[in-house]
C-alpha cells in the first residue's frame, strides 16, 4: 500500500522498505529528469504554502513556519542518506538525491494542502506526517482501524504496526496488551484529533520498529480510500498484524 513493502523479521515483527525513496526503478531516471520531478515538487510546495499561510491564523501559521524549517533540514538529510544508500558522496547532488527531495516535497505539498482541508469529517483516509510516516484509517462508530508504517532518519529505519483503537472523539487509544503473550512490554497509541491534524503519539512502540524509528507526529489527510483498501486495512487491524505482500 502507498509504495511501500512489508517484510516479516523473525517473531512476527514487520518493518517496511520504501519503494520510492533510494529505490530502483525499472527505467531510472536521468539526471535532468529527477531535477525536473524536484523542480516540479517544489513548486506544488511553494503553492500549498501560499495557500496555507492564506487560510491559517497567523499566530499558526508562525508555529507552522518553525515547524517547515525542521522540516527542510530533515528534507536535506533524507536526500543526502539516499546518496548513501546508492555509495555515492553525501553532498554530491544525484539522481537519488533529487528523486528523494522530490519525493518528500511532494509528500510535504499533499500535508499542507490537508492541513487546510475543507473535506468530510470522517478519519477514513490516508494520513501524512511528511517526515516518512504514514497511517490508514478506516473509522467505525466507536473504533478506528489502523495500520501505520514509517520510515525514519536518513539511515531509514523502518517499522508498522496493525491494530484497533478505541475512539471517543478526539481521543482514540490502542493497546496490544494480550495480543502476542511473550511480549511483556504493552504498547499504546494515542490519537488525538484537532482539527485537519491527528496527532499521533506512541507509548513502548520500540518493539515494532528500529532504533531511530518512532510512529508519534502530526498526520494530515492525504487520500481517500477505496473499498479495496479499506477491506485490506481491516484485515491487518483485526489480525493485528501486516502480512507480506
Known amino acids: 500500500m502507498n509504495g511501500l513493502r512489508r517484510f516479516w523479521l523473525g517473531v512476527g515483527i514487520v518493518v517496511t522498505v520504501s519503494q520510492t525513496l533510494g529505490a530502483q526503478e525499472e527505467k531510472p531516471k536521468t539526471l535532468e529528469e529527477a531535477k ?111 495500520t501505520i508504517e514509517v520510515v525514519r532518519g536518513p539511515t531509514f529505519h523502518t517499522g508498522s504496526l496493525a491494530g484497533v483503537a478505541s475512539w471517543n472523539w478526539p481521543l482514540g487509544w490502542f493497546s496490544d496488551k494480550g495480543h502476542d503473550k511473550e511480549k511483556t512490554e504493552e504498547t499504546n497509541l494515542v490519537f488525538i484529533q484537532g482539527g485537519n491534524v491527528l496527532k499521533i503519539i506512541g507509548a513502548n512502540t520500540s518493539y515494532y520498529h528500529g532504533a531511530r524509528a518512532y510512529f508519534d507526529g502530526e498526520y494530515c489527510k492525504s487520500e481517500s480510500l477505496d473499498e479495496k483498501q479499506k477491506a485490506e486495512v481491516i484485515k491487518f487491524a483485526e489480525s493485528g498484524s501486516l502480512e507480506e505482500k
Open 36 to 146: 525536473s520531478a524536484f523542480a516540479k515538487a517544489d513548486k506544488a510546495l511553494n503553492e500549498a504554502w501560499a495557500a496555507v499561510k492564506k487560510a491559517l491564523p497567523e499566530p499558526a501559521f508562525a508555529e507552522l513556519q518553525i515547524k517547515q524549517r525542521d522540516w527542510m533540514k530533515f528534507r536535506e538529510d533524507r536526500a543526502r542518506g539516499a546518496n548513501r544508500e546508492n555509495n555515492e558522496p553525501e553532498g554530491k547532488l544525484t539522481v537519488a538525491y533529487y528523486q528523494a527531495a522530490a519525493d518528500l516535497t511532494e509528500s510535504r505539498a499533499n500535508w499542507l494542502r490537508g492541513r487546510i482541508s475543507k473535506g468530510d469529517d470522517s478519519l477514513t483516509g490516508v494520513w501524512i506526517d511528511s517526515f516518512g510516516g504514514t497511517v490508514e484509517i478506516v473509522q467505525e462508530k466507536e473504533r478506528l482501524l489502523f
